[in-house]
């Protein structure tokens, strides 16, 4: 585990899988990962890419994983733009070749709210794995209300997602590595959930504002967030901009942990591949 300073001070860990030129890299794959989520879960893939030519950086955002903060809280949406842009400047500093964004889920959601306010500092390209835009599942009346209430009275009360680990992916395997894992804490507060939601409905509008070429991921048995909100987003900015679509109809939210996993990485290896250096 390696570790940044976020522009706050909080501390950040991330792993890094560099090919054995790092400087000959075809790019640099910079990875964002998700809520209650690490970066050691998405070893595997990492080592896929690694080994397609690739230098790989998986970060744990603030509250998640090994990175500082409190445990599935945020108190400003705009802290995980910051540390995104922190992460780059490192590892631009490592090497100077292309950069590519790849966020999963929550993730997701960060790397296209970068995407939209940072035009200044461009990306090659960036691939959005099940982004959360927005929730499948019904969140619950007294969820809702208890979140609108304690958001400044308490933003850092813990509520249980409620998570359904069995919902990540078909193999048995992830769910019951989920399940035993520490690292997970599987919670989220009033103040975390305010500035999700706030993020997700400006996601929605502001999406013409990404130059970068994208690669949307999405699972069509996904029933932890809702890819086809995301799926009409996407095909709305088609005719703007260099954006790939890619529905796997029988794969669940981690795609990348699905059953045959190569189908996915292939298709991103694919698609970095296409990418001009920006």
């Known amino acids: 585990m390696a570790e940044l300073r976020a522009p706050d001070g909080a501390p950040l860990a991330y792993d890094v899988y560099e090919p054995a030129a790092p400087a000959a890299a075809r790019a640099a794959i910079l990875w964002v990962c998700g809520w209650s989520d690490h970066r050691t879960r998405w070893r595997a893939p990492a080592e896929t890419l690694r080994d397609a030519g690739y230098a790989v950086y998986l970060l744990d955002q603030r509250g998640q994983g090994d990175s500082g903060g409190v445990r599935g809280h945020l108190s400003r949406f705009s802290q995980l733009l910051g540390d995104l842009q922190a992460f780059r400047r490192l590892v631009r500093q490592r090497s100077a070749v292309p950069q590519v964004l790849l966020g999963h889920s929550f993730g997701g959601l960060v790397v296209l709210r970068y995407l939209e306010t940072q035009p200044s500092d461009p990306v090659a390209g960036a691939v959005l794995s099940a982004p959360w835009l927005a929730t499948a599942l019904p969140v619950p009346l007294w969820k809702h209300l ?56 400006v996601v929605l509008a502001d999406a013409a504002r990404i130059e970068a070429p994208l690669m949307f991921l999405l699972g069509g048995e996904d029933r932890l967030v809702n890819a086809p909100v995301t799926r ?20 669940y939210h981690e795609l990348l942990h699905d059953l045959d996993p190569g189908v996915v990485t292939g298709d991103v290896v694919a698609f970095l591949g296409k990418l001009q250096p920006r």
């Open 232 to 251: 009409t987003l996407a095909e709305r900015m088609r005719g703007r901009q260099a954006v790939e679509v890619h529905w796997y109809p029988e794969r």
């Open 146 to 201: 208890a979140g609108k209430v304690l958001a400044d009275l308490w933003p850092t009360a813990r509520f249980a997602t409620g998570l359904d680990s069995a919902l990540l992916a078909r193999d048995p395997s992830v769910a019951a590595a989920y399940d035993a894992d520490p690292a997970v804490h599987r919670v989220m507060t009033p103040g975390a959930w305010r500035e999700i939601q706030w993020a997700q409905r």
